[in-house]
């Protein structure tokens, strides 16, 4: 009987995952009831009252208000602000970056394609941390002192502490016009998915949708703005005492980290566009161009929309370590997640399992959340098959 | 139709090849070709695979570039100039063993995407063409699917509702046939019988011997590289004057 089960397919199947299951629980028991009987053998308090105690440290960039009077909770959302402020920006410029570099690689033009090769060879070769200490001891800290500024136009400014760009500074009425904005973002977003099921199922498209759109996305905010008699006036830089005041501050940290990683993911990137348009058959170029169509075209209208959906996969897998590679900010004290957080809290309460898991929660959850979001846009570019 | 083009002239060929050479490395394919097709006429190219009848047609748009020797097209000269490339790439139609469809995109969106992007026609205007023509290729209910949700006849009738968007002179078909299973060849060839009626000038790579017999006004049958044999069907399918092209048709009309 026993022998018979035991050679039932289904039921050792069963049989080993419970198995697993049970060594993975046993394992993780004694793992926590192993740190809980060390902790309270030294004596150290669990738990995130923390969170609200005082933080008595500066940060040298926060988008929110924050002094060090604040508590750790608020080093914890600046932190993790900078982190999401140098990955987006990482992301938007490495994925700019890389689809340009990716292309020029396959062009005709043999000068355009070497210098592509040569770019992805290099910076993909060298490592992250050495290319963060370039940008920052290298590039960034040879410029000039503010006084002798390089400037354009005497509006942006380039100098030893960082860049210095105008600000837009919107007045309550200003503001609605950006929320404006913001709605009418949404609802043309809206209105693009409901075209694309409409077409799905009736095969018509929605009338005016380019038209409608526009309308949206300029009308509703200059509507906005001229009813809710919104002003607008640019805060530029100047120079005060031995600094910049005024504007938008970019510190060199940033520019390092943000350069860093932007040239080095771009590099990747290059490679992942690359395959991916080398995986649209030969046909498809043929096809289109006898049709008539310039290199170009073909390109933009036939090659890179199959090709994209097999960059996504791997364009994700990139996001995700650019993601995570920002956290080597804490190398030249650009104050991300984990170097404000995961390392000046963490130093200063001991609370080493809180702080740790929490960062570690951030990271899954922005992540998981990049991926979802990959994911979803991979669904939409999907060929309809039979 | 309006002819604006002093060099069009009614009696010159539409496609004169002379002299034409290319060699892919070592390997010569075409070997001194000389093809003159006049307007309307229908040719058909057969021969054994590796005999350069592919490789020729698609010198014609281009699609290869020819060594040495002339093609000109319907007046333009085919030379590295890219403003001729296109000039002659808007004249001539071709269409594909593999449909090579744009699978991203439907059926309509196939058929209007080079009379947007090229002719700059407006949408409305390459939709209504486009229906019309697959109408013509007897699928207009198909417009609104993607390829990938059609069979391969169907395919490959779009395919050719494609190239007729463009309002071609010449249509080449590159063993159109070749790719399908045998209950959807007569589909094919139908549209394609019925096109050749009503007076498109059309080189077609084929097998279809049938095909030929009906529609052909000159046989031409090619071996490494080589125009061996060409005339009218009748002479060319009865009486084969060379060797090997009486070995070829013994082959493939023998069952």
Redesign the interface.
């Known amino acids: 009987m026993l022998l018979r089960l035991w050679r039932d397919s289904a039921w050792r199947a069963v049989l080993f995952q419970v198995l697993l299951i049970s060594l993975v629980l046993l394992f993780g028991g004694w793992i926590v009831d192993n740190t809980l009987t060390n902790l309270e053998n030294r004596g150290i308090s669990t738990g995130f009252d923390f969170l609200s105690q005082s933080a008595g440290f500066g940060i040298i960039q926060s988008l929110i208000e924050y002094n060090e009077s604040l508590s750790f909770g608020h080093t914890f959302v600046v932190g993790l602000l900078n982190t999401l402020l140098v990955s987006a920006l990482g992301i938007v410029f490495a994925t700019l970056l890389g689809f340009g570099m990716g292309v020029a690689r396959l062009s005709s033009n043999w000068l355009l394609a070497k210098v592509a090769a040569v770019y992805v060879e290099v910076f993909r070769n060298i490592p992250l941390l050495l290319q963060i200490f370039f940008w920052y001891f290298a590039v960034l800290s040879v410029l000039p002192s503010p006084r002798q500024s390089l400037s354009l136009f005497d509006i942006f400014f380039l100098n030893i502490r960082g860049v210095f760009l105008p600000e837009p500074v919107f007045d309550a009425g200003g503001m609605i016009a950006v929320w404006a904005f913001v709605v009418a973002a949404v609802l043309t977003v809206g209105l693009v998915l409901l075209n694309k099921r409409q ?1 799905k199922n009736t ?1 018509r498209p929605l009338p005016f949708l380019k038209a409608t759109g526009a309308l949206l996305l300029i009308g509703l905010p200059v509507v906005t703005f001229w009813l809710a008699n919104g002003s607008l006036h640019w805060d530029v830089p100047h120079l005060k005492g031995f600094g910049f005041k005024g504007g938008i501050e970019l510190l060199p940290e940033l520019l390092a980290l943000w350069f860093a990683l932007t040239v080095y993911t771009a590099a990747f990137i290059a490679e992942v566009v690359r395959s991916g348009i080398e995986s649209v ?1 030969k ?2 170029k ?9 290199p170009g ?1 073909v390109m933009n ?2 090659v890179i ?2 090709a994209m959906r097999v960059i996504i996969p791997p364009l994700t897998n990139q996001y995700l370590n650019l993601i995570k590679n920002s956290s080597l900010a804490t190398a030249i004290g650009y104050p991300d997640l984990v170097s404000v957080f995961a390392g000046t809290t963490l130093n200063q309460t001991g609370q080493a399992i809180e702080v740790i898991a929490m960062t570690m929660a951030v990271y899954l959850t922005i992540s998981l959340t990049v991926s979802m979001l990959m994911n979803m846009y991979n669904r939409w ?1 999907a ?4 | 139709m309006l002819n604006i083009n002093n060099n069009k002239d009614a009696l010159a060929p539409v496609i004169d090849v002379s002299q034409v050479n290319k060699w892919y490395g070592q390997f010569h394919v075409l070997k001194d070709i000389n093809l003159k097709v006049m307007r309307g006429e229908k040719i058909v190219i057969c021969g054994p695979s590796g005999s350069g009848k592919s490789t020729l047609i698609r010198c014609i ?1 281009a ?1 290869e570039e020819h060594q040495q020797g002339d093609i000109v097209v319907d007046g333009t000269e085919l030379t590295r100039d890219l403003k001729n490339i ?1 000039t002659i ?2 004249e ?3 269409v ?1 063993q ?1 449909f ?5 995109l ?1 059926v309509l969106e196939n058929c209007t ?2 009379p947007i ?2 002719k700059k026609e407006n949408r409305v205007e390459a939709e209504k063409t486009a229906m019309a023509l697959l109408e013509r290729v007897k699928i207009p209910e198909q ?4 390829p ?3 069979s391969g006849g169907q395919q490959q009738r779009v ?1 050719i509702a ?2 007729l968007c ?1 309002n071609p002179e010449v249509m080449l078909f590159d063993e159109p046939t070749s790719a399908l299973d045998p209950e959807m060849i007569k589909e094919v060839l139908d549209v394609m019988i019925e096109l050749a009626n009503e007076g498109m000038t059309m080189i077609c790579v084929t097998h279809e011997m049938g095909f030929a017999r009906t529609v052909a006004d000159r046989m031409i049958f090619m071996d490494d590289g080589q125009i061996i044999e060409e005339g009218p069907p009748e002479t060319f399918f009865n009486n084969p004057a060379s060797e090997r092209t009486q070995q070829f048709l013994g082959q493939i009309l023998s069952h």
Do not use: C
């Open positions: 077409r095969g058959s046909g498809q043929e096809a289109a161009a006898a049709l008539g169509l310039r075209r209208l036939v929309p199959q570019v060929l309809v098959e039979r | 748009n699609l296109e790439r808007r001539v139609g071709m594909f593999q090579n469809l744009f699978p991203h439907t995407l080079a992007w090229v417009a609104d699917k993607y990938g949700q059609l395919a494609r190239s463009m």
